[in-house]
C-alpha cells in the first residue's frame, strides 16, 4: 500500500464552530482543504489505530467526493475500519446510532445540517466522539489549533473505493464495510416504537405527510412511514435526496417548509404532518390546522412518554436548552423530575444524558431528542408523535388542547434579524448587557422585570462553565425576553430574539401568538433599539 504524504499549508478560517467546520462549497474546492481537516482531526485524536470510523453525510453536494478523500486518509493514518453508508448517505442520528450500536472509535458527517446545498451553496464535517454525540470543546479546540499549524497530510494512493455495493473491500490495510443507510437506525427505533399500534393508525385511514425537503430523511421515511408502518405511498413527499435539495432551504420551520404548512392549512387537510431538515436532525410538528412549537412539542412528549414502549418506566429528567419556553419545565415538576437549562447547542446535553440525569432534551430551534443517541433526531421525534397519537386516540389539537389545559401555555415565537452587520450586533448586544444591570425591579408596560442577566452555565457533570450565552430579561409571571446572536450563520451576525408569555387561563387559548405576544415583542425592539442600531425595522424570520 502506497502511503502518500502530502505537503500542505495552513488555511485561515478554519475554526469549527459548535457545529463543525460549515463554509462555502467553493471553500472545500480549494486544493488541500477538506484534506487539512481531516488530517487535524485525526491528529486531534489519540489511540485509534486500528478501531472503527463511522462516516455518511446528507447527500449534499461534494459528499461522495469527500467520501472518498475520508476513506483514503483514514486507511493511511491507520483506522482499521471504516463504516460507510451505501452512496456515502447517512442522517445524522444514523450516525449517532451507528457509533454507539458498533463502538465505534468516532465518526466523521457531511453535512451543513439545513444550510442549502449545491456548488454555490454550503458544505460541512464535522466529528463525533465515541458515545456518539458532537465533539466536545476541548477536542474542537484541539482540532483547530492542528489547523493552524498543519504542513502535511496522509493519504493512500489507491482507485476510488465501491460505496454504492454493500459488503467489504479492502482498502490498503483497512476495511471498508459499505452499509445498508437504513437498518441500524430502523432496528433501534423499533425498538423503541409500538410499530403495530402505529400501523393501525394509518389501516384505520389517519393520513399524513413528511416533508424530507430532498434531503436525507427521504430514504428513512418512506422505509418507516411507506414500508413498514403501511401508510399510503406518496406519505412521504420531496422524498428522493438531491446534490442541492431541489433547490430549497431544508430547515423544518413555518419559513421554510411552505409546502407542507399549506398541505396543514388546506380545507381537507391531512391528520399530521411533519418535516425534517437536511441531515434529519430536526423536526417540526403540525396537526390539522395547528403548529407545535418545539417547545410545547418536547413538553408534550415528555408528559406522554410513559404511553411509549421505549419509556414506559418513565423519564429520569427533562433539558432545554435556555431559550427554548418553560413548558417542559412544568411537566418535569409535575413528573418529579429535575429539569435543566442548557446554553444553546446540542453539544450541552450530552453530559447529561451520559450521567443519566435527562431522557429527553430539546431546543425551540426544532431539535428534539432523547438518550438513545447523542443528536437529536427528527424522525424519532415524529414516531414518538406518532405512537403517542395512536396510544391516546386523540387528535393533535385535542392533545394540545388538554396538555394547556392543565399545565397552562407558554405563548412563545422567535424573531431573527440576519445578516445584520456584525459589529452593530456586537454593540447592540453590548449595550443591552450594560442596560441589564440596573433593570431589576423595573416596570415596563404591563410587565415587571424579575430578573435581567447574561445566561451563565455550569456544567453539573464536568463544571465547565458556559458565559454569555444570552440576554435574559425574566418578568414577574413567567414572560421572557431573551437576546442573543447566532453561532452558527453564515453572513454578518444573525440577532435572536426569543419572546415567551405564560398563560396560566384556559380562556385566553384562541388568541393569536404574535398577537398576544405583540406588547413584549415591542417592548423587545425598545429596549435593544433594534431599529436604530441595526437599521432593520422588522426580523427577517419569524418562526
Ligand atoms: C442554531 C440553533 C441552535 C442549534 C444550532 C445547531 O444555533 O439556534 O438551537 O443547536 O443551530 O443546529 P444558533 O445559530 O442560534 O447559534
Ligand atoms: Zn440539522
Redesign the pocket.
Known sequence: MAIKIIKTTPFKGQKP???GLRKKVVEFEKPHYLANFVQSVFDSLEKYKGKTLVVGGDGRYLNREAVQIILKMAAANGFGKVLVGQGGLLSTPAVSCIIRKYKAFGGLILSA??NPAGPKEDFGIKYNTSNGGPAPESVTEAIYARTKKISEYKIVDEPDVDIDTLGEIKLGKMTVEVIDSVKDYIQLMEELFDFDLISKLFENGFSMRFDAMHAITGPYAKEIFEKILGAPVGTVINGKPKTDFGGGHPDPNLAHAHELVNLMTDSDAHSFGAASDGDG??NMILGKNIFVTPSDSLAVLAANAHLVPGYKHGIVGVAR?M??SGAADLVAKDLLVKSYETP???KFFGNLMDADKVTFCG???F?TGSSHIRE?DGLWAVLLWLNILAARGESVEQIMQSHWEKYGRNYYSRHDYEAVNSEMAVKLMDNLRAKSADMKGKKIGSYEVELCDDFSYTDPIDGSISNNQGIRILFKGGARIIY??????TEGA?L?IYIESYEKNHEKLNIDTQNNLAELISIAVQIAEVGMRTGRYRPSVIT
Open positions: 464552530g459548535t457545529s445540517s439545513h436532525d430536526r436548552s431559550p427554548t444553546t447547542g446540542w431546543e425551540e430551534s431539535g437529536k442573543r446572536l447566532s453561532g452558527t450563520g444573525t435572536r
